[in-house]
Protein backbone atom coordinates (compact mmCIF):
# COMPACT_ATOMS: atom_id res chain seq x y z
CA UNK A 1 0.00 0.00 0.00
CA UNK A 2 1.00 3.39 -0.68
CA UNK A 3 0.89 5.93 1.85
CA UNK A 4 1.06 9.24 -0.33
CA UNK A 5 0.01 12.39 0.48
CA UNK A 6 -3.03 12.05 -1.38
CA UNK A 7 -4.65 9.34 0.32
CA UNK A 8 -3.65 10.64 3.90
CA UNK A 9 -7.09 13.16 4.43
CA UNK A 10 -9.48 9.77 3.51
CA UNK A 11 -8.82 8.87 6.86
CA UNK A 12 -9.08 9.73 10.56
CA UNK A 13 -5.39 10.82 11.81
CA UNK A 14 -3.47 11.24 15.03
CA UNK A 15 -2.23 14.35 16.05
CA UNK A 16 1.22 15.08 17.30
CA UNK A 17 -0.04 15.84 20.67
CA UNK A 18 -1.72 12.21 20.87
CA UNK A 19 1.26 10.63 19.32
CA UNK A 20 3.30 12.08 22.56
CA UNK A 21 0.51 10.70 24.92
CA UNK A 22 0.68 7.48 23.41
CA UNK A 23 4.68 7.31 23.12
CA UNK A 24 4.57 7.95 27.21
CA UNK A 25 1.88 5.96 27.98
CA UNK A 26 2.56 2.68 25.72
CA UNK A 27 6.34 2.88 24.68
CA UNK A 28 8.40 -0.07 26.78
CA UNK A 29 10.96 2.73 27.64
CA UNK A 30 8.45 4.50 30.04
CA UNK A 31 7.88 1.04 31.28
CA UNK A 32 11.03 0.11 32.08
CA UNK A 33 11.45 3.48 34.05
CA UNK A 34 8.30 2.98 36.22
CA UNK A 35 9.76 -0.40 36.67
CA UNK A 36 13.10 0.62 37.72
CA UNK A 37 11.72 3.48 40.40
CA UNK A 38 9.58 0.28 41.42
CA UNK A 39 12.95 -1.85 42.26
CA UNK A 40 14.50 1.01 43.67
CA UNK A 41 11.71 1.72 46.00
CA UNK A 42 12.09 -2.06 47.40
CA UNK A 43 15.68 -1.90 47.68
CA UNK A 44 15.84 0.65 50.41
CA UNK A 45 14.34 -1.86 52.28
CA UNK A 46 17.78 -3.47 52.32
CA UNK A 47 19.53 -0.72 53.59
CA UNK A 48 19.70 -2.72 57.21
CA UNK A 49 21.61 -5.81 55.26
CA UNK A 50 22.24 -7.80 58.12
CA UNK A 51 23.91 -10.90 57.95
CA UNK A 52 22.26 -14.23 58.64
CA UNK A 53 22.14 -15.33 61.90
CA UNK A 54 24.72 -17.73 63.16
CA UNK A 55 22.62 -21.14 65.20
CA UNK A 56 25.66 -23.84 66.47
CA UNK A 57 25.23 -27.08 68.82
CA UNK A 58 27.86 -28.65 70.27
CA UNK A 59 27.57 -31.95 71.94
CA UNK A 60 30.34 -34.16 73.71
CA UNK A 61 32.85 -34.48 76.76
CA UNK A 62 34.10 -30.91 76.43
CA UNK A 63 34.07 -30.11 80.22
CA UNK A 64 34.22 -34.06 81.69
CA UNK A 65 33.86 -37.27 80.53
CA UNK A 66 30.06 -36.50 80.90
CA UNK A 67 27.99 -36.09 77.45
CA UNK A 68 27.48 -32.25 77.44
CA UNK A 69 25.79 -30.04 75.01
CA UNK A 70 26.01 -26.34 74.17
CA UNK A 71 23.82 -23.87 71.91
CA UNK A 72 24.91 -20.63 70.46
CA UNK A 73 23.30 -17.64 68.78
CA UNK A 74 25.46 -14.92 67.14
CA UNK A 75 24.66 -12.14 65.41
CA UNK A 76 27.01 -9.63 63.26
CA UNK A 77 26.38 -6.21 62.67
CA UNK A 78 28.13 -3.06 60.98
CA UNK A 79 28.30 0.40 63.01
CA UNK A 80 24.77 1.53 62.78
CA UNK A 81 26.47 5.08 60.91
CA UNK A 82 27.06 2.15 58.15
CA UNK A 83 23.37 1.65 57.59
CA UNK A 84 22.30 4.71 58.22
CA UNK A 85 24.52 6.04 55.21
CA UNK A 86 23.49 3.19 53.00
CA UNK A 87 19.95 4.16 53.54
CA UNK A 88 20.36 7.86 52.35
CA UNK A 89 22.44 6.44 49.35
CA UNK A 90 19.92 4.14 48.33
CA UNK A 91 16.43 6.95 48.41
CA UNK A 92 19.14 9.36 46.51
CA UNK A 93 18.81 6.37 44.03
CA UNK A 94 15.02 6.49 43.78
CA UNK A 95 15.69 10.03 42.66
CA UNK A 96 17.77 9.12 40.49
CA UNK A 97 15.58 6.74 38.54
CA UNK A 98 12.90 9.47 38.69
CA UNK A 99 15.14 11.95 36.68
CA UNK A 100 16.06 9.61 34.48
CA UNK A 101 12.73 9.01 33.51
CA UNK A 102 12.31 12.56 33.05
CA UNK A 103 14.91 11.99 30.74
CA UNK A 104 13.53 9.57 28.75
CA UNK A 105 10.18 11.37 28.37
CA UNK A 106 11.69 14.37 26.48
CA UNK A 107 13.92 11.88 24.44
CA UNK A 108 10.60 10.27 23.25
CA UNK A 109 9.23 14.04 22.84
CA UNK A 110 11.79 14.72 20.63
CA UNK A 111 11.65 11.30 18.87
CA UNK A 112 7.77 11.39 18.16
CA UNK A 113 8.02 15.24 17.14
CA UNK A 114 10.64 14.11 14.73
CA UNK A 115 9.62 11.11 13.17
CA UNK A 116 5.82 13.58 12.86
CA UNK A 117 7.74 15.85 11.27
CA UNK A 118 9.33 13.02 8.87
CA UNK A 119 6.51 12.07 7.63
CA UNK A 120 4.82 15.58 7.49
CA UNK A 121 7.97 16.45 5.16
CA UNK A 122 7.53 13.51 3.05
CA UNK A 123 4.10 14.31 2.58
CA UNK A 124 4.29 17.76 1.75
CA UNK A 125 7.19 16.71 -0.94
CA UNK A 126 5.17 14.39 -2.30
CA UNK A 127 2.25 16.89 -3.05
CA UNK A 128 4.73 19.47 -4.60
CA UNK A 129 6.04 16.84 -6.56
CA UNK A 130 2.63 15.75 -7.45
CA UNK A 131 1.26 19.55 -8.59
CA UNK A 132 4.37 19.56 -10.80
CA UNK A 133 4.47 16.29 -12.12
CA UNK A 134 0.88 17.75 -14.33
CA UNK A 135 3.28 20.70 -15.93
CA UNK A 136 5.56 17.61 -17.14
CA UNK A 137 3.00 15.76 -18.36
CA UNK A 138 1.28 18.67 -20.44
CA UNK A 139 4.98 19.57 -21.54
CA UNK A 140 5.55 15.91 -22.65
CA UNK A 141 2.15 15.86 -24.89
CA UNK A 142 2.77 19.00 -25.52
CA UNK A 143 6.08 18.42 -27.62
CA UNK A 144 4.68 14.97 -28.56
CA UNK A 145 2.25 16.80 -30.67
CA UNK A 146 4.84 18.83 -32.08
CA UNK A 147 6.67 16.36 -33.06
CA UNK A 148 3.98 14.56 -35.18
CA UNK A 149 3.02 17.92 -36.71
CA UNK A 150 6.49 18.59 -37.66
CA UNK A 151 6.87 21.45 -35.83
CA UNK A 152 9.92 20.39 -33.29
CA UNK A 153 12.66 17.68 -33.47
CA UNK A 154 13.29 14.55 -32.04
CA UNK A 155 15.71 15.50 -29.15
CA UNK A 156 12.69 18.04 -27.72
CA UNK A 157 10.61 15.23 -27.67
CA UNK A 158 12.67 12.81 -26.21
CA UNK A 159 13.74 15.76 -23.69
CA UNK A 160 10.05 16.22 -22.48
CA UNK A 161 9.99 12.46 -22.15
CA UNK A 162 13.06 12.06 -20.04
CA UNK A 163 11.75 14.86 -17.73
CA UNK A 164 8.45 13.39 -17.19
CA UNK A 165 10.05 10.11 -16.42
CA UNK A 166 12.63 11.43 -14.36
CA UNK A 167 9.88 13.32 -12.27
CA UNK A 168 8.15 10.42 -11.93
CA UNK A 169 10.66 8.52 -10.16
CA UNK A 170 11.19 11.22 -7.98
CA UNK A 171 7.42 10.90 -7.00
CA UNK A 172 7.86 6.81 -6.63
CA UNK A 173 11.26 7.57 -4.23
CA UNK A 174 9.38 9.85 -2.22
CA UNK A 175 6.49 7.67 -1.25
CA UNK A 176 8.92 4.87 -0.69
CA UNK A 177 10.43 6.64 1.71
CA UNK A 178 7.14 7.56 3.26
CA UNK A 179 6.72 3.72 4.04
CA UNK A 180 9.96 3.45 6.37
CA UNK A 181 8.91 7.09 8.12
CA UNK A 182 5.59 5.90 9.07
CA UNK A 183 6.97 2.48 10.51
CA UNK A 184 9.28 4.58 12.40
CA UNK A 185 6.38 6.33 14.24
CA UNK A 186 4.43 3.03 14.01
CA UNK A 187 7.12 1.26 16.56
CA UNK A 188 7.84 4.25 18.72
CA UNK A 189 3.69 4.25 19.50
CA UNK A 190 4.10 0.49 19.54
CA UNK A 191 1.37 -0.40 17.16
CA UNK A 192 1.20 -3.10 15.34
CA UNK A 193 1.92 -3.81 11.64
CA UNK A 194 -1.13 -4.73 10.43
CA UNK A 195 -2.75 -1.62 12.08
CA UNK A 196 -3.29 1.12 9.49
CA UNK A 197 -2.76 4.73 10.98
CA UNK A 198 -1.98 7.90 9.58
CA UNK A 199 -1.42 11.37 11.02
CA UNK A 200 -3.71 13.76 11.42
CA UNK A 201 -1.35 17.13 10.33
CA UNK A 202 -0.63 15.75 7.19
CA UNK A 203 1.43 18.73 5.58
CA UNK A 204 4.30 20.52 6.37
CA UNK A 205 3.86 24.07 8.22
CA UNK A 206 5.96 26.36 9.60
CA UNK A 207 5.38 26.14 13.68
CA UNK A 208 6.01 29.35 15.91
CA UNK A 209 8.96 29.66 17.95
CA UNK A 210 8.49 29.11 21.77
CA UNK A 211 10.53 31.75 24.23
CA UNK A 212 13.69 29.53 24.35
CA UNK A 213 15.03 32.47 27.79
CA UNK A 214 17.94 33.30 25.37
CA UNK A 215 19.14 35.66 26.96
CA UNK A 216 19.30 33.29 30.35
CA UNK A 217 18.68 29.62 29.56
CA UNK A 218 18.26 27.64 32.47
CA UNK A 219 20.09 24.11 32.23
CA UNK A 220 19.72 23.60 35.74
CA UNK A 221 16.19 22.21 35.14
CA UNK A 222 17.66 19.81 32.27
CA UNK A 223 17.63 16.26 33.40
CA UNK A 224 20.69 15.57 31.92
CA UNK A 225 22.42 17.96 34.22
CA UNK A 226 19.96 17.10 36.91
CA UNK A 227 21.21 13.51 36.40
CA UNK A 228 24.81 14.23 36.78
CA UNK A 229 24.62 15.96 40.01
CA UNK A 230 22.92 13.52 41.32
CA UNK A 231 25.23 11.25 40.49
CA UNK A 232 27.72 13.37 42.43
CA UNK A 233 25.51 13.54 45.58
CA UNK A 234 25.43 9.13 45.21
CA UNK A 235 29.49 9.58 45.12
CA UNK A 236 29.80 11.79 47.83
CA UNK A 237 27.51 9.43 50.03
CA UNK A 238 29.54 6.42 48.72
CA UNK A 239 32.53 7.81 50.19
CA UNK A 240 30.79 8.34 53.49
CA UNK A 241 29.58 4.96 53.64
CA UNK A 242 33.40 3.64 52.96
CA UNK A 243 34.49 6.06 55.55
CA UNK A 244 32.08 4.56 57.98
CA UNK A 245 33.48 0.96 57.54
CA UNK A 246 36.60 1.81 59.43
CA UNK A 247 34.38 1.86 62.43
CA UNK A 248 33.96 -1.22 64.33
CA UNK A 249 31.73 -4.13 63.52
CA UNK A 250 29.92 -5.69 66.01
CA UNK A 251 28.72 -9.00 67.19
CA UNK A 252 26.37 -10.30 70.04
CA UNK A 253 25.75 -13.77 71.12
CA UNK A 254 23.86 -15.88 73.71
CA UNK A 255 24.26 -19.64 74.51
CA UNK A 256 22.92 -21.95 76.82
CA UNK A 257 24.68 -25.11 77.46
CA UNK A 258 25.01 -28.10 80.45
CA UNK A 259 28.07 -28.72 82.61
CA UNK A 260 27.73 -31.85 83.69
CA UNK A 261 29.17 -32.70 87.41
CA UNK A 262 29.25 -31.38 90.79
CA UNK A 263 29.64 -27.53 91.28
CA UNK A 264 29.40 -24.82 93.82
CA UNK A 265 26.24 -23.11 94.17
CA UNK A 266 25.19 -19.14 94.61
CA UNK A 267 25.00 -20.79 98.41
CA UNK A 268 28.63 -22.18 98.30
CA UNK A 269 27.47 -25.62 98.69
CA UNK A 270 28.54 -27.93 96.83
CA UNK A 271 25.52 -28.99 93.82
CA UNK A 272 25.38 -31.77 91.39
CA UNK A 273 24.30 -30.69 88.08
CA UNK A 274 23.30 -32.95 85.15
CA UNK A 275 22.83 -32.58 81.97
CA UNK A 276 19.19 -31.20 81.89
CA UNK A 277 20.41 -28.07 83.47
CA UNK A 278 21.56 -25.42 81.30
CA UNK A 279 24.04 -22.73 82.05
CA UNK A 280 23.37 -19.27 80.01
CA UNK A 281 25.33 -15.99 78.98
CA UNK A 282 25.76 -13.34 76.66
CA UNK A 283 28.57 -12.36 74.45
CA UNK A 284 29.75 -9.30 73.19
CA UNK A 285 32.33 -8.41 70.80
CA UNK A 286 34.07 -6.03 68.15
CA UNK A 287 36.24 -6.31 65.51
CA UNK A 288 38.14 -3.23 64.41
CA UNK A 289 39.94 -3.01 60.99
CA UNK A 290 43.88 -3.38 62.72
CA UNK A 291 45.10 -3.72 58.58
CA UNK A 292 43.03 -0.50 57.06
CA UNK A 293 45.34 -0.21 54.45
CA UNK A 294 42.76 -1.92 51.90
CA UNK A 295 40.08 0.20 53.75
CA UNK A 296 41.73 3.42 52.87
CA UNK A 297 42.63 2.35 49.34
CA UNK A 298 38.83 2.07 48.70
CA UNK A 299 38.74 5.30 50.41
CA UNK A 300 40.87 6.90 48.03
CA UNK A 301 39.06 5.38 45.40
CA UNK A 302 35.36 6.85 46.43
CA UNK A 303 36.99 10.17 46.69
CA UNK A 304 38.74 9.94 42.99
CA UNK A 305 34.81 8.74 41.91
CA UNK A 306 33.79 11.69 43.84
CA UNK A 307 36.04 14.24 41.53
CA UNK A 308 35.22 12.69 38.49
CA UNK A 309 31.92 12.98 39.23
CA UNK A 310 32.24 16.85 39.55
CA UNK A 311 33.73 16.93 36.48
CA UNK A 312 31.26 15.08 34.94
CA UNK A 313 28.71 17.75 36.13
CA UNK A 314 30.80 20.56 34.44
CA UNK A 315 30.87 18.73 31.51
CA UNK A 316 27.61 18.06 31.17
CA UNK A 317 26.84 21.71 31.49
CA UNK A 318 29.33 22.71 29.09
CA UNK A 319 27.90 19.88 26.24
CA UNK A 320 24.29 21.29 26.99
CA UNK A 321 25.14 25.24 26.58
CA UNK A 322 26.79 23.98 23.38
CA UNK A 323 23.99 22.10 22.18
CA UNK A 324 21.66 24.73 23.07
CA UNK A 325 23.26 27.73 20.87
CA UNK A 326 23.75 25.34 17.98
CA UNK A 327 20.39 24.38 18.04
CA UNK A 328 19.14 28.51 18.30
CA UNK A 329 22.09 29.35 15.74
CA UNK A 330 20.66 26.82 13.39
CA UNK A 331 17.51 27.90 14.41
CA UNK A 332 18.61 31.54 13.34
CA UNK A 333 19.97 30.73 10.18
CA UNK A 334 16.54 28.84 9.40
CA UNK A 335 14.41 30.52 10.06
CA UNK A 336 15.98 33.37 7.88
CA UNK A 337 16.19 31.18 4.77
CA UNK A 338 12.67 30.13 5.63
CA UNK A 339 11.69 34.20 5.36
CA UNK A 340 13.64 34.50 1.79
CA UNK A 341 11.91 31.56 0.71
CA UNK A 342 8.82 32.50 1.42
CA UNK A 343 9.33 36.74 0.61
CA UNK A 344 10.96 35.66 -3.07
CA UNK A 345 11.92 32.67 -3.71
CA UNK A 346 8.66 31.23 -3.99
CA UNK A 347 6.71 34.06 -5.66
CA UNK A 348 9.37 33.99 -7.64
CA UNK A 349 9.32 30.20 -8.62
CA UNK A 350 5.51 30.45 -9.35
CA UNK A 351 5.77 33.38 -11.35
CA UNK A 352 8.47 31.29 -13.59
CA UNK A 353 6.05 28.34 -13.98
CA UNK A 354 3.19 30.84 -15.38
CA UNK A 355 5.48 32.85 -17.43
CA UNK A 356 7.43 29.95 -18.66
CA UNK A 357 4.41 27.97 -19.47
CA UNK A 358 2.38 30.75 -21.46
CA UNK A 359 6.25 31.88 -23.62
CA UNK A 360 6.62 27.89 -24.48
CA UNK A 361 2.82 27.81 -25.92
CA UNK A 362 3.02 31.20 -27.88
CA UNK A 363 6.67 29.73 -28.77
CA UNK A 364 8.96 32.56 -27.51
CA UNK A 365 11.04 30.43 -25.70
CA UNK A 366 12.47 26.79 -26.69
CA UNK A 367 11.79 23.95 -24.96
CA UNK A 368 15.38 23.94 -23.81
CA UNK A 369 14.55 27.40 -21.71
CA UNK A 370 10.94 25.60 -20.50
CA UNK A 371 12.50 22.43 -19.18
CA UNK A 372 15.01 24.97 -17.19
CA UNK A 373 12.49 26.79 -15.79
CA UNK A 374 10.44 23.52 -14.71
CA UNK A 375 13.81 22.20 -13.19
CA UNK A 376 14.68 25.41 -11.59
CA UNK A 377 11.51 25.83 -10.17
CA UNK A 378 11.31 22.46 -8.78
CA UNK A 379 14.72 22.99 -7.16
CA UNK A 380 13.27 26.12 -5.33
CA UNK A 381 10.02 24.31 -4.39
CA UNK A 382 11.62 21.35 -2.82
CA UNK A 383 14.27 23.40 -1.14
CA UNK A 384 11.85 25.79 0.54
CA UNK A 385 10.18 22.29 1.93
CA UNK A 386 13.69 21.69 3.14
CA UNK A 387 13.90 25.01 4.60
CA UNK A 388 10.77 24.50 6.91
CA UNK A 389 11.66 20.84 8.06
CA UNK A 390 15.22 22.06 9.19
CA UNK A 391 13.23 25.37 10.69
CA UNK A 392 10.83 23.40 12.91
CA UNK A 393 13.51 20.88 13.78
CA UNK A 394 15.62 23.15 15.30
CA UNK A 395 12.85 24.08 17.53
CA UNK A 396 12.12 20.76 18.00
CA UNK A 397 15.86 20.60 19.50
CA UNK A 398 15.19 23.66 21.66
CA UNK A 399 12.11 22.32 22.98
CA UNK A 400 14.01 19.37 23.89
CA UNK A 401 16.82 21.42 26.17
CA UNK A 402 14.26 24.68 27.19
CA UNK A 403 10.68 22.83 27.65
Same mark, same amino acid.
Given at each position: MCLCSMNVNAQTGISLEEAISLALKNNPQMHIADLEILGKNEAVKTAYDLPKTNFQYMGGQYNSVNWDNQMMATQNMSFPGVYAQQKKWLKENILLSE??????EKELKLLIRTAYLDIQYFNSKGKILQKLDTLFLKFKVASELKYKTGESNLLEKTTADLLWSEHKQLIMSNNLNLLPAYQHLRNILVRTKNENF?????? @? /? *? +? #???????????????? @? /? *? +? #??????LSALALRIDKSKLYPDFTFGYFNQSLSGWQTSKTRQDKYYGSNYKFQGLMLGAAVPLFSKSFKSKIKVAQIQTEIAQQNVDLQLSKMQSQFYSAYYDYIKNDSLLMFYEKTAIPHSELIIQQSQKA????????????????????????????????????????????
Open positions: TNKLLTIIRDSL @L /L *K +I #SSPNFGILNPNFEKHP @L /L *K +I #SKKQLEYQNGAISYFEYSQALTKSIHTQLAYIDAIYQHNLSIYKLMYIEE
